[in-house]
């Protein structure tokens, strides 16, 4: 069975950066595309990146390009989120989520990391 185990949210400043990590174990990692969302109070879950099995092509919300960069570490099964002049409308939970590119109803979910922007 899969499982997703993410780190690296906490406080930040408006403007300031953080780094998101996202441990996976359990299932072949290059052959998942893997993705960040993220859910604010009140809203709904929200796509923030995604990422490719093997890390060749990423694609990004319109409310975080250019500010925030998915990549992955095939040696440490680990999907990274850097993030950069956060806002704090980029305050919620960060969930990281795996998908089989093959098998694509083998989904996982990681337990979320909470991110808050606030001075």
């Known amino acids: 069975q899969g499982q997703l185990v993410e780190s690296g949210g906490g406080l930040v400043q408006p403007g300031g950066s953080l780094r998101l990590s996202c441990a996976a174990s359990?299932?072949?990692?290059?052959?998942?595309?893997m993705r960040w969302y993220r859910q604010a109070p009140g809203k709904e879950r929200e796509l923030v990146a995604t990422?490719?099995?093997?890390?060749?092509?990423?694609d990004y919300a319109d409310s975080v390009k250019g500010r925030f960069t998915i990549s992955r570490d095939s040696a440490k099964n680990t999907v990274y989120l850097q993030m950069h002049s956060l806002k704090p409308e980029d305050t919620a939970v960060y969930y990281c989520?795996?998908?089989?590119?093959?098998?694509?109803?083998?989904?996982?979910w990681g337990q979320g990391t909470q991110v808050t922007v606030s001075s």
């Open positions: 989520n795996a998908q089989g590119i093959y098998l694509v109803r083998n989904i996982y």
């Open positions: 359990g299932f072949t990692f290059s052959t998942y595309i």
């Open positions: 990422i490719t099995g093997g890390g060749g092509s990423t």
